[in-house]
Nanobody
Framework: QVQLVESGEGLVQAGGSLRLSCTAS????????MGWFRQAPGKERDFVAV????????NYAEFTKGRFTISRDNAKNTVYLQMNSLKPEDTAVYYC?????????????????WGQGTQVTVSS
């Protein structure tokens, strides 16, 4: 059983930056594609970004538009999401997730394990 723990929760002003981290335990981290999703109040959980097992392939949601960067360090069992030029509409709970199947899956149904989420709030 893989456990995922996110960190990096924060309140920032529009235009600011945050880096989220997600550390895995209980499994072989390099066996999983790692994704980030987000969920705003009253909305569906949406795909944000994903990185494949060896960090050579990434895929992003259109709304990130070059503002977000996903990366991973397999030696540290950690995936990161660097978020720059944040907007109020980026306010949400951000979740990391691990997928056994697929190279860079975008659908939440593909993911096997989820973290508990971390709150990101962007003020205008």
């Amino acid at each position: 059983q893989v456990q995922l723990v996110e960190s990096g929760e924060g309140l920032v002003q529009a235009g600011g930056s945050l880096r989220l981290s997600c550390t895995a335990s209980g499994g072989t981290f390099s066996n999983y594609a790692m994704g980030w999703f987000r969920q705003a109040p009253g909305k569906e959980r949406d795909f944000v970004a994903v990185i494949n097992r060896n960090a050579r392939i990434t895929n992003y949601a259109e709304f990130t538009k070059g503002r977000f960067t996903i990366s991973r360090d397999n030696a540290k069992n950690t995936v990161y999401l660097q978020m720059n030029s944040l907007k109020p509409e980026d306010t949400a709970v951000y979740y990391c997730a691990a997928s056994v199947g697929g190279v860079t899956p975008r659908f939440k149904e593909t993911y096997n394990y989820w973290g508990q989420g971390t709150q990101v709030t962007v003020s205008s």
